[in-house]
């Protein structure tokens, strides 16, 4: 009986330590269960700011592509522009030499007009008969006044007509 009592005794023992393994077993089970929730809302959390990373440099991207692309089309506007300015000023330059050379040739003719009143003048009624005199192209042109203060030098004027006719031969 001392046997069976040491023997009960020692597989009670084994069952106290056994029972003490469990439960330590159990423990370290939940809080390797717990290790393992946290981590996996780690990974999905990590998981997540991974993709928002990504999405924001997609997005970020796209931007810098669609401002390359703004930047090449005002680049292709300014060369254009440049053209076109270019174009402009070179119009411009014969406009402006046209417009001189216009008012060259509007003092020409006036110049050749005041010369005309002034051979009528001289000439008389007699001559004003056989052709009308031309409408003025100023008020007051043909007040003596102003024929006095500015009367040209017409031989002078039509030796110049002469010499400058035979240089275009």
Excluded: W
């Excluded at 009986?1 to 029972?19: D, G, T, W, Y």
């Amino acid at each position: 009986v001392a046997n069976k009592n040491k023997e009960m005794e020692q597989i009670l023992s084994e069952l106290e330590s056994a029972r003490s393994e469990i439960e330590l077993l159990r423990n370290q089970l939940s809080s390797e269960r717990t290790s393992i929730k946290n981590l996996e809302s780690l990974l999905a959390s990590n998981r997540e700011k991974k993709f928002q990373s990504q999405m924001v440099t997609q997005e970020k991207e796209t931007e810098i592509q669609l401002f390359k692309d703004k930047l090449s089309l005002a680049e292709s506007k300014l060369a254009s522009q440049s053209r076109e300015i270019s174009q402009l000023r070179s119009k411009t330059a014969m406009l402006e030499t046209e417009l001189d050379m216009a008012k060259r040739q509007l003092g020409t003719e006036r110049f050749e007009r005041e010369c005309a009143v002034q051979e009528l003048r001289r000439h008389g009624p007699s001559y004003r008969t056989t052709s009308p005199p031309q409408p003025s192209l100023s008020p007051g042109s043909h007040s003596p006044e102003r024929s006095s203060r500015r009367s040209p030098d017409c031989s002078l004027n039509r030796s110049l007509n002469r010499a400058s006719s035979l240089k275009e031969f």
